[in-house]
């Protein structure tokens, strides 16, 4: 293969676990600001389920700006495209999430009781709409997006707001909270005690078995509906536009790669593994270990996503022809080459002093923790 | 095409957020870097003090540092939902540095900043040390990386146009980060917030030292700040004297709306030190000038020139008339990648592609542009002189001032008697602004004197905007002043209260007896000083 297709696949990959890492860890940051009002019934309740993530939720979201930044780098067009066409969606998405390190900064400044209150509102906020719309986007690459572009790839959108929020794409974001608030649930299973625990101990399991169904359903659907093939295109690794190729559309064509490679069969699997084995360990009161089958599971569901939609990336439901693939939407060689080698430097040393970061700050949180913080910042 | 007037709301989004993200990122840089250093002499020296200082300025970091974040996402976003075209053509390069941003700066800062917060108990000093170092390299080298990609859409380096995917790649990743614009630009900058930190410390020091609060803390702050700052500021006039001179090569256009330079002029040139340039009539009214300084400032020399707008919409015309076969051969490769004769006649006139997608603008079919668009998208190359030529000057003037004050805290600071100074330390306060003005006014100077490109000589700004509708415009644009209004009050009010309230150490003034106490302290603090 030429090594510019391999580059693409590469960054296709990565791309991948970019999104598990956003979706793991940001996500289960956003899954206990959901459940915060939930499980936190007092401010001292509230503030030791907030100081669980206190320390980590900053660096966590660095996921999110990393892999917008990947994107941007590594499918550039892919980038212009989505965030110019889901306009108001990603408004809604950017105004929940800077509301974050506002609410995680400025809570405990004052001690008004609607001070607060205010602010564990902008958090369940902040953490329950970017996870819907986080779901709902990855529904609607299924569906495909109304875009095409002018001779000089200028793309225009031209469908509603809402259509974005259609039923196919509010199920895949009811998904994306659930997994988000099991991940959420069970971070503050292992981080808190008493009463906190138990609250996050029942949600725990109703969110995994919500997943489950939801994550079923979503298949069975996806089985029904449109999906895209690409019978013609200059092919991987050949520098080219999306106005060169032919598309053509067939119910059940997002299972092809599936038939085809009957081993990808294990994606879905794990990803209902994950959420059921999840269950199990919250159930039995094992935190981290449910934790960690938690991000089992979201791998399986994000990379059976990839999967079922490969070589596509954005398909367009208006121009089908002009969908974004990983062929026609990537970056240059030279460019994909830099970024790789920085992302092998790098990356291993992010988490290297992530799990330093996180083994320093390892143990319960309880009152006297959050009460000891009152006389510092 | 679609409506200008999206382009324009577009453009004013994205320098409100821009202006607004940037009242916070320079202290974030120099404040980082200052507790750093607070700290170092905690650890070295032992003493409390140093952990009372240390710990209060990071309470006002952190209240900062959370708009800074906030404000900085939508940065992240913005060149995707409202600048689609931009993003797509450029991506190739300007993603790069971004996307480095974010894997070797932003995961070293946010990372850190929960452990330099939470984890004074849980490890060692020199350990806790190292946390604060790594989040002022981490908000350094994320200042570096997004300097790396703003250089390129003010001096396009190290790319060029591939016709087959239709945009601009990467050719050189050296030539990119490496471009001397890149470097004095990244100086400058960082510097500029070393400025702001040490302003912002000096200041707030300043009101405890006239309310006879926290003598100690405010004195020993004061100290640092000044002799930081008067370093930082020597630095900032020195690289904004590079950058100039670089940039005034690199982009003339934007030197000539500096120095409000309507007609070429022979050398040695006059420096216009105050006028006021009106756009309609080409020409400055009320000038006051300096003999043979710009000439100087400029070039280093007497006798060297640089060209004025007559000149430079002159040689516009003539690119812009050079620049419409590339255009029109890139509409027929697009239909028809394999053209051989297309392809040809577009290398023959790639430099001046941009300056085609100029008069597009004007003239859908570029090969029927007639001389009145040719010469209206020749007077676009002109950016908005009287906003750029005063901006330039009063951060020029807010820099020399800040450089006097500087001086003056240095010296009344080592003569140990900055507290009875009363009138300069009323300055001091007043002066917490300045650097914060400047710093949007040099934001000004550098991007709207890029204009009409949103990458220099390469892709016109009204090109490189979404296509999105009025009313989407207006409902972003009205849900952004709305926020970050509320986000500046909220930010403002946290910061004069913690300001107010004061260090979590016992205050060591303030009562009746605070003059009295104040004079113990000084007695006792020469030693410290020393030491420290």
Redesign the interface.
Known sequence: METYAVLQLLWWLLLGVLLIAVAVMVGMDMGVGTILRHVGRTDTERRVVLRII??????N??WF??G???V???F??I??????GF??V??LL??A??????G???RD??ASARWRGMWDWALFISGLVPMVVFGAAFGNLFLGVPFDFS???????SGSFIALLNPFAILCGLLAVSLAVFMGAVTVMKGAEGVIHQRSHRLARHASLLAIVLFAIGGIWVYTMQGFVLTQSPGAGV???P??QMVSVAPGAWFANFRGQPLLWLLPVLGLAGMLLGFLAANARRGLLAWWFGALAWTGVISTAGVALFPFLLPSSLEPAQSLTIWNAS??E??LL??LG??VV??PL?IW??SW?FY??RGKVTAGHVES?E??? | MFELSVVELSRWQFAITALYHYLFVPLTLGLSLMIAAMETVYVTTGKQIYRDIT?FW??LF??N???G???G??M??Q????W?????????????P???????A???E??????M????D??SRGQHLAVTYMVALGSNLSALWILVANSFMQMPEGAFF?P????M???S?GELIFSANAQAKFVHTSIAGYVTGAIFVAGISAWYMLKRRHMELARRSFRMAALFGVLSTAGVITLGDALGFVGGQAQPAKLAAMEGLWQSEPAPMPFNLVGFPSQKDQTNYGEVQIPYALSLLVTHSLDGTVPGFDELEKRATQRIRNGIPAVQA??TL??N?GDATALEQFRAHESDLGYGFLVHRYAEDVGAATDAQISQAASDTIPHVATIFWSFRLMVAMGLGMLAFFVLAVIYSLRNDVQHQRWFLRVAVWMIPVPFLANEFGWLVAELGRQPWTVYEVLPTW?SA???SVG?MV??LA?FVA?YTA?IV??MY?MV??IRIGP?APDDGGDGSGAAADDRHLDGQAAGYAGA
């Open positions: 206190d320390p980590h939720w900053e660096g979201q660095v700006v990393l917008g930044g990947a941007f780098a590594a550039p067009l980038y212009a495209t989505a965030f110019s306009y108001i990603m408004l950017l105004w999430m800077i509301l974050r390190p506002l995680f900064g400025y400044h004052l001779w000089n790839l200028t793309s225009t959108y520098p080219q536009t106005l060169q970056s240059s030279l460019t830099w970024m920085f992302t790098l990356l992010v002093y992530t970061a320093i700050m913080d006389h510092d910042y | 710990r990071t309470k952190l209240i540092f959370a708009l974040v906030a404000t996402l939508t992240e976003f060149f995707g939902t409202n689609s075209f931009y993003s797509s053509f450029v991506g190739d390069i300007f993603g790069a971004l996307a480095i941003e974010g894997l070797m932003f995961f070293l946010a990372t850190f900043i929960g452990m917060v939470f984890g004074w849980r490890m591939n087959v995917t239709m945009r790649e990467l050719a990743f890139l509409q697009s239909r990648p090109m979404s296509t999105h989407y409902f972003s849900g926020l986000f909220a930010e946290l209260r913690a979590a």
